[in-house]
């Protein structure tokens, strides 16, 4: 028997599942894609710098000391990691990355109090990157609780 | 008695038998009192020697010398897109002491310009606080006052940035104002060694710290000449004679010379006493500073380290040993041009040269930078600040002695900028109207996001370093008072919004002393009801003080301190208009939370402390607080930049293109005149007043605000434009009642408030006109 792909045929998929139920279906998917896509990154560990997926729109100038701050960090010499981060401050305090990468320095270093500030005037200065921003709250959130925390014991 | 007599006879002869015996034998040496004699100036001697090895070794163990702290500007970012002119460039260079040249470049700290526009530079060796940065050559194109290209000098290859050394702007000097840059004896070039023991010291390899042969040799040369012609000390005599002894030309510090090198040799080795004099020697003045030791002098005469010198270079260095004023290369070139050659002919004679290496050296001319790397402190305001700061962590001494490496954020082409302000409005402000005179200013500026001390004038005088009034100068702040006032209002977003009524009619309060206080407006009227934005806006001071009473003294005293004001606010009602005093640089604490959108980041200049060696050993990092909540600061800022459009500093909106907010300040009877504002990159406030606190006969407006304004027309300024934090809509609003409104209707305008704020009371709406139409449309 020949099978016809034919929608109108009586042994089309198409058939076999209700238009409505396809519907529902691809409302579904859409809200869970969407979601998805709007779900805050989940920030799992403090040692990870930035995604870096969020610095392509950055000038080269910033690109490069970045870079030249990821390797300090990499190298522990996280004093010598924000002191770079400064300097591309200097050049622009408007890009949101360079202050949350202080914060994550910050936080290496044992200032939580300055991680926060440092995570808010990232917020501050953000534009539309969610997952920056979440990763932001994430500091921000969990080291505020870590505070609250110490000051009550 | 009858035994004893006797006794005595055989005695007296027994003497006398001695006698004659010691006198016989004729040694003196074994006379009693010779011997005692002997002995004692043996001890003496002994323990006169002893006294003189614990002078030399305590001096020599310890820190010999006391190197001063030098201060640095901060150093240049170049990259693609910065906004530089040719002529901040070249002044640039030229202060860092770079050598322009016709032809390329080839050793660090050269440059040559081709079409007034395009650079070909090799950089030199730095020690940054973040480690070394090798010397490096590059091409730099400036083109419409920006950096567009940035290349390498050898390939095509892009650089996305390229760090500048920072020029030495200051030294912290001890009372001797010695300055000295310290090497190591292996870092000292060999032909450098050879030309010096050339020409001072053939013998040092061979001598015991003093040499017979010199010394005969010179007295034989000084008798023939009937003078001083030659010296016959040893290299390490003169090093003892610069470190322990004085100049005098007595017997007794001859002798003394003499001594101690003996005792340096015995417990140094050649290579420490080669070492130290090199470092030692005394090689020049620039202004109030001494020039010693090689390296120094190589960087004050040649812009460039000991060891890229060439050999002809090193030659004129050793021949200053001999009379640093009197070949002062810079004023006597003939006679150093001259004495260079003596120098080089040493050499050749000492196999260091060739015939044909000497033929081409003294061909060559003396080489000098075109000028000294270092003068006297040119910016005292600002290193006073430096120092103040410094003093928080380091003690005077160290200070002064321990060769601190302080890197800071001083721009020395603001600094010029803001300098040459102050110079041409004062004396504007002097010639315009005769009646006023003996003005005195403060102005500073500052990075507006990351609170760092740019450049600071603190007399109309700038380079006079008397009282600092910057820091010092604790006067009234009139009006400037004011934003933190309308502040703490709109932190409660409640109760007050830019859209709320406020009362401007008489008012009379009864202070503490039961005295009755009627403040005034400026323009000495009321307006009845006005809108809270209108009164900040417009500077109106009886709805301020009502606003303040209402809000609370001691609330706006808190708002104070949480924008970065660290004195003690007093809690009377006049001071809601500002009768209380603060610094310029209070002020400018305060203003830069306002600029960096609610965030205080504490004013500083130092960035990082090395030690002598380059070594890290602080940093001041930028440091940020949440102070003021960024939903109340964005409101005050929209209106600090409606006071530069259409406020009390609305001559801004036709003097400079971008978008600026600040707030102007006036005290009673005209005594100070304060402006202190913002754009996105730079903070600045502008103080004009006189010491005896006599009127000035300016308002905010016609005085600080036009320095300030002029200061800005010489700077890159980005526009103020804060992002609209989460949690604020814009509504439109009619302009006289306040209630809500439409574009279109006549009077409206479109106000920010935080959510949940915003009127619900409609205004009645009138259709605007075809005028207001075209406003709004250009709005």
Redesign the interface.
Known sequence: MQISWNYRSNNTLLQLIPVKHLLVFLFVLLVFTGCAQLKPATVKSTESILPVADSVKLPDVIKTLLAKSDTQYFDDNFTGSLATLERAVRINPRHAEVWSRMAQVYLKLGNEEQAIQHAKRSNSVIKNNIRLKAFNNEIITSNSLKKSQEMSN | MTKSKPRKKSAKKKKARNTKRNFSLSALLFNRYTFTGLTVFVFLFAGYMAYLNIKITEKMSGRIWSLPSHVYARPL?L????YLTIEQFKSELQQLGYVQLKSRPSKAGQYRILNNSHFEIISRDFSF???KQKSQGFRLNILNNEISVLHQLYSDETL??F?MEPVKIAGIYPSTRQERQLIKLDEVPDDMVLALLAVEDRRFYQHWGIDPRSILRALLANFMAGGTVQGGSTLTQQLVKNLFLSPERTLTRKINEALMALLLEINYSKSVILETYINEVYLGQSGAQQIHGFELASQYYFANSLRKLRRDQMAMLVGLVKGPSWYAPRRHPKRAKDRRDQVLKLMHEQGALTQAQLNKYKKLDLGLSSKPRFSANRFPALIDLVKRQLKRDYNEDDLKSSGLKVFTSIDPIIQSQAEASVKRVISQLENSNHSVSDLQTSLIVA????G?IQAMVSDRKPEFPGFNRSLDAIRQIGSLIKPAIYLTALQQPGKYTLASRLDDSPLHIKTAKEQLWSPQNYDKKFTGDILLIEALKKSRNVPTVRLGLEVGLSDISDTLHNLGVKRKIPTYPSMTLGAFNLSPFDVANMYQTFAA???NVPLKVIR?VLNKDGQPLK?Y??????AID?KAIYLVNHVLHGVTRTGTARSLAKALPQSLAGKTGTTDDLRDSWFAGFS??QLAVAWIGRDDNSSTGLTGSSGALRLWTDLFRHLNIQSFSP?R?AGINNRWIDGSSGGLSEKNCQGAVELPFIQGSEPTEKAECKSAGIIDQIIHFFN
């Open positions: 970012e990259y693609q897109g910065k606080w973040d480690g996305s940035i760090r990075s507006s996001q990351q760092e959108n609610g965030f990082e940093r990092p930028l440091k940020s607080d949440k960024e996105d990159n992002d934090p």
